[in-house]
């Protein structure tokens, strides 16, 4: 039988949830997005810590409730998100102690935010919508397919722009490429290695809201 989402008192109580939680995960990782970190080879930006679970919070929301209000929860992400940079800039430019300090860590330059806003919008958008189309067109199956071609193109499109315009004319077109790719392999694979937690948490929140 085909799952549907029915609005009820504990339905809405686990959106809440889940949601608060995707918001905070998105905030923290564009803190982390302004710097860059070596794993062997390959550049990464410590954003990969965290974002990835963004992705997985998203393929939940996508397989239980309306797309159109997961398309407002992203939505929403963005808009704290912007709230908190906001905030980190005011309270960079107001005189105190530890200024430099503060600025180092929270100051992100405009272009890595312009990115990460940018990056975060298309990539869940287009996340979400292909989770929740073949959810709609397959039902409950191909759970993983769903899950794995949603993260591929939402990744992939995340990575491109993020990188693109946060980094374009700081380093070579061969390094760029480089990190492009690996950060998008690294997320897709941080998914495919998660996927039994992910199929086993919508399970549960199916169980709970039905």
């Known amino acids: 039988m085909e799952y549907k989402y029915n609005e009820n008192f504990k339905g809405e109580r686990l959106w809440a949830i889940l949601l608060s939680i995707y918001c905070a995960c998105l905030i923290i990782s564009n803190v982390l997005a302004a710097k860059v970190f070596a794993l062997g080879p390959f550049t990464l930006p410590c954003a990969v810590i965290?974002?990835?679970?963004?992705?997985?919070?998203?393929?939940?929301l996508a397989e239980i409730f309306p797309l159109a209000r997961v398309r407002k929860g992203i939505l929403l992400g963005f808009g704290l998100n912007l709230l908190a940079v906001i905030c980190f800039e005011i309270a960079?430019?107001?005189?105190?102690?530890?200024?430099?300090?503060?600025?180092e860590v929270l100051g992100s330059s405009w272009r890595v935010l312009l990115a990460s806003?940018?990056?975060?919008?298309?990539?869940?958008?287009?996340?979400?919508?292909?989770m929740s189309r073949m959810h709609t067109?397959?039902?409950e199956k191909r759970l993983f397919f769903r899950c794995?071609?949603?993260?591929?193109?939402?990744?992939?499109?995340d990575a491109i722009l993020f990188i693109a315009i946060a980094f374009?004319?700081?380093?070579?077109?061969?390094?760029?490429?480089?990190?492009?790719g690996a950060q998008a392999a690294f997320k897709i694979l941080y998914e495919?290695?998660?996927?039994?937690?992910?199929?086993?948490?919508?399970?549960?929140?199916?169980?709970?809201v039905s």
């Not at 965290?50 to 939940?60: K, R, S």
């Not at 937690?197 to 199916?206: F, G, P, R, Y």
């Open 137 to 139: 067109r397959a039902g």
């Open 117 to 130: 806003f940018v990056a975060y919008l298309v990539g869940s958008t287009c996340n979400a919508t292909i």
């Open 192 to 208: 495919v290695v998660v996927f039994p937690l992910t199929n086993a948490v919508i399970k549960k929140v199916k169980a709970y």
């Open 50 to 60: 965290i974002f990835p679970i963004v992705y997985i919070l998203n393929d939940v």
């Open 148 to 157: 794995f071609l949603s993260t591929v193109v939402g990744e992939g499109l």
């Open 168 to 180: 374009y004319g700081t380093m070579d077109n061969i390094t760029l490429l480089i990190m492009i």
């Open 92 to 103: 960079i430019v107001l005189p105190g102690y530890g200024e430099n300090v503060f600025a």
